[in-house]
């Protein structure tokens, strides 16, 4: 039995726990309803929901809907979708706007501890009066309003009798401290916005700093976790909780992911689909988790990407390689294996008796036995893939050649004698003859040959749709590759190419949602665009990375 290694995380839970600090594991995934979610959520997810079952505790989802002009009900509900398919359940389901009415109430009190004032300050003002990191920032002239007439305005504020950007409420902290977010943030703003959930209840929206932390204090979080940009906002997490003194839930930072050759902010991911760059939020180029989900990702494979690129301090970039490998590890247990021909050439066994077909078995699986077989039809008029023949060929090329032999999955060992062209000299057809005491399984004959390939009977093979999906950009980075450019430079201009694969009839009526592997070539999914009896496979990933290590 080898101790169990903790993260940095679990370390900070168990010690608090030890402590005493909180009797249980309380966490929450607080997604603001302003898109879809993506790869980098579903990290979060994984953690937070992870953590709350590992000790026993619970895990909220919480939308963080305090910013009515961005957020559409259309997010909640793709949000909570995206949840449920990745295989978790939250324990409660809350929103920051059903506290609007508290945090409005605490922010009273701040005023009346007289640790909150309203502001007359401009946006511009506020940011000039704020200074920099290198620059002290100067008290606003309106800090020392009096408690009265800070109760007075922040009401009238509220009573909506004043224009968008005309006050604010602030907290009164410290202009002087080095951390800029304790120089007398914002907790409030004017906005005369309809709100998804309120209506037109409120004309002032409270800022994520003022709503987060009090939330999560609401729903009595114990461990508030979140990525690192925030970890300079702990100190004002802190310091309104304990003005406030209120639950006080402990903020812990991890890394947020990033992936090469992708984009993960939801402000660039919207870009490609309102400027029509992908064909909505779950093209399967996206990082998003309907993307991903109609790439034909599994809900197993998200996870134990999760799990295993582990929670880290400091910001990196995964490579996608290691999200390529978990749907690759993953499929390789679960998907049947099928027949498919890519790039179709003819192939004519001249030794075939006219007209006959043979069931050939195959195994669905070989990674899973349960899986058991089926059968595929074989006839004397084939198809192969054109990178399965040369016409001359070095001495180590091991698939089939002109005066060359390979076995066919399933059927027999065959011999090429000859191939016919068109007027240009391009092959159209290849002329063989088949052994008959070669059958796979057979044991009539000791001939071995060193190649196998994949094959369709001619007369029994469907057309099918392939999309052939490659990396969105370019680049690792697209995010920093130019720093004058923008991101869109780097669009793979490449990264859906459509086709018609040949393949074996079983593949034709395979429900939507499938996810097969096309032998000796990828793994495909089978896309909700597929119609009865003409589907449209998405080819996941590739069986091996072609791109080299
Ligand atoms: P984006 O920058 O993509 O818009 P966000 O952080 O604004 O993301 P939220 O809806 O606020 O999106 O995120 C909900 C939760 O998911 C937050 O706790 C956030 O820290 C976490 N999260 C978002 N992106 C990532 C990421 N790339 N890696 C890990 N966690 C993330
Ligand atoms: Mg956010
Ligand atoms: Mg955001």
Redesign the pocket.
């Known amino acids: 039995n080898t101790p169990e290694k903790l993260n940095f995380i679990e370390v900070a839970i168990q010690q608090d726990l030890a402590a005493g600090r909180f009797s249980g594991v309380q966490t929450r995934?607080?997604?603001?309803p302003?898109?879809y979610l993506?790869i980098?959520?579903a990290?979060?997810i994984c953690l937070n929901f992870s953590l709350a079952q590992k000790y026993g505790g619970s895990c909220n989802l919480r939308f963080?809907d305090t910013n009515p002009s961005k957020e559409e009900t259309e997010y909640v509900d793709s949000i909570q979708d995206d949840i449920r398919w990745l295989g978790f359940q939250w324990d409660n389901l809350h929103y920051a706007s059903d506290y609007f009415q508290q945090l409005y109430d605490w922010a009273v009190q701040l005023i009346k501890d007289g640790k909150a004032y309203v502001c007359d300050l401009n946006s511009e003002d506020t940011r000039q009066y704020r200074g920099s990191v290198t620059e002290a920032g100067r008290n606003s002239p309106y800090r020392d309003r009096s408690v009265e007439e800070n109760l007075d305005l922040f009401a009238r504020m509220r009573d909506g009798e004043f224009a968008d950007g005309a006050k604010t409420l602030r907290a009164k902290i410290d202009m002087a401290s080095p951390n800029l977010n304790l120089r007398d943030p914002v907790m409030y703003r004017i906005m005369h916005t309809h709100h998804h959930r309120t209506g037109d209840q409120w004309c002032i929206y409270p800022m994520y700093d003022w709503a987060h932390g009090q939330s999560d204090s609401l729903e009595k979080i114990s461990f508030s976790i979140?990525?690192l940009e925030f970890e300079n906002h702990r100190p004002l997490y802190d310091w309104f909780c304990k003005s406030l003194q209120i639950h006080h839930p402990r903020q812990i930072e991890f890394a947020?992911?990033?992936m090469t050759y992708t984009v993960?902010?939801?402000?660039k991911l919207l870009q490609l689909v309102s400027d029509g760059h992908v064909n909505g939020w779950d093209d399967p180029r996206l990082p998003t988790i309907v993307g991903l989900r109609r790439r034909g990702y599994t809900p197993e494979s998200i996870r134990a990407f999760c799990d295993d690129i582990g929670v880290a301090k400091f910001n990196s970039t995964i490579d996608v390689i290691k999200l390529e490998n978990a749907i690759r590890t993953h499929l390789n247990q679960v998907a049947q294996r099928r027949m498919a021909v890519m790039d179709p050439i003819k192939l004519t066994l001249t030794n075939w008796p006219a007209g006959k077909v043979e069931m050939m078995q195959a195994v669905n699986n070989p990674e899973d036995p349960a899986a058991g077989t089926r059968e595929v039809p074989f006839s004397g008029s084939l198809y192969i893939d054109r990178e399965d023949f040369r016409e001359e060929a070095p001495r180590k090329y091991f698939r089939l050649k002109k005066g060359g032999a390979v076995r066919l999955r399933y059927a027999y060992i065959i011999d090429c004698h000859d191939v016919v062209k068109d007027d240009d000299g391009n092959i159209t057809e290849i002329l063989c003859t088949y052994d008959a005491d070669t059958h796979s399984g057979g044991g009539g004959s000791t001939r071995k040959c060193k190649g196998t390939i994949h094959w369709v009977s001619a007369e029994h093979a469907g057309d099918v749709e392939v999309r052939l999906y490659d990396r969105l950009f370019t680049v690792e980075k697209p995010d920093v590759a130019s720093s004058e450019g923008s991101f869109l430079d780097y669009l793979n201009p490449d990264s859906l190419q459509t086709t018609t694969a040949k393949v074996e009839p079983s593949l034709l009526d395979l429900p939507v949602g499938s996810n097969v592997q096309f032998e000796r070539t990828g793994y495909f999914y089978v896309d909700p665009d597929s119609q009865p009896g003409q589907p449209v496979f998405n080819r996941t990933v590739a069986l091996r990375d072609s791109w080299g290590k």
């Open positions: 995934f607080p997604p603001e302003n898109g993506h980098g959520h990290k979060s963080d979140c990525t947020r992911l990033n993960m902010s939801k402000r």
